[in-house]
T-cell receptor, first 116, second 112 residues
Framework: DTAVSQTPKYLVTQMGNDKSIKCEQN?????MYWYKQDSKKFLKIMFS???????INETVPNRFSPKSPDKAHLNLHINSLELGDSAVYFC???????????????FGPGTRLTVL | EDQVTQSPEALRLQEGESSSLNCSYT??????LFWYRQDPGKGPEFLFT???AGEEKEKERLKATLTKKESFLHITAPKPEDSATYLC?????????????FGTGTRLQVTL
């Protein structure tokens, strides 16, 4: 059974287009995240939601808008795509924000976005 | 700002040749230090969490240790299937949610 799933796995699009990436987790976790991994494999947090509430919003262009319709889903919409948006985007989830054992994050397989 | 530095950047070992990967960190109050394994084209896979200096965790050929300034991932008698990128991440104290700050990883290749 897939714990954290993302669609699509690959996304190739033209500059200026708008696209969305979807994420679902079946772990019963309360917290979900979006990370960006650049060409040098550096993984950086973008957003986090806890129980559908935005709790982390890093310095990300406002062309990126996360949406969490429920605790099990976190989508990422990107407007007016730019060349520099090309990267692998990972969704992750954790049980919560509490103490030990709640913070381990489990990652999806990633979505490779290529902007031409 | 939290910082994580991993070394070496890349490591090539022969099967059975034990070694250690280093993760140095600076953080204002460590909440947890995490090790992940990432295979090409896949998402990071959780390995260990360490919470306080002196703590150790083991899983098969891997053993993670933690001091106040760094963590080591010891690989004993590695096999080719241990080849992957190993990522270290730190979590800052309460008030910063569950934000993880990652290092750039160590690319490990184990050959026959």
């Amino acid at each position: 059974d897939t714990a954290v799933s993302q669609t699509p796995k690959y996304l190739v699009t033209q500059m200026g287009n708008d696209k969305s990436i979807k994420c679902e987790q079946n772990l019963g976790h309360d917290t979900m995240y979006w990370y960006k991994q650049d060409s040098k494999k550096f993984l950086k947090i973008m957003f986090s939601y806890n129980n559908k509430e935005l709790i982390i919003n890093e310095t990300v262009p406002n062309r990126f808008s996360p949406k969490s319709p429920d605790k099990a889903h976190l989508n990422l919409h990107i407007n007016s795509l730019e060349l520099g948006d090309s990267a692998v985007y990972f969704c992750a989830s954790s049980q919560g924000l509490g103490g030990r054992g709640y913070n381990e994050q489990f990652f999806g397989p990633g979505t490779r976005l290529t902007v031409l | 700002e939290d910082q994580v530095t991993q070394s070496p950047e890349a490591l090539r070992l022969q099967e059975g040749e034990s070694s250690s990967l280093n993760c140095s960190y600076t953080v204002s109050g460590l909440r947890g230090l995490f090790w992940y394994r990432q295979d090409p084209g896949k998402g990071p896979e959780f390995l260990f969490t360490l919470y306080s200096a002196g703590e150790e965790k083991e899983k098969e050929r891997l053993k993670a240790t933690l001091t106040k300034k760094e963590s080591f991932l010891h690989i004993t008698a590695p096999k080719p299937e241990d080849s992957a990128t190993y990522l270290c991440a730190v979590q800052a104290p309460p008030g910063t949610a569950s934000k993880l700050t990652f290092g750039t990883g160590t690319r490990l290749q184990v050959t026959l």
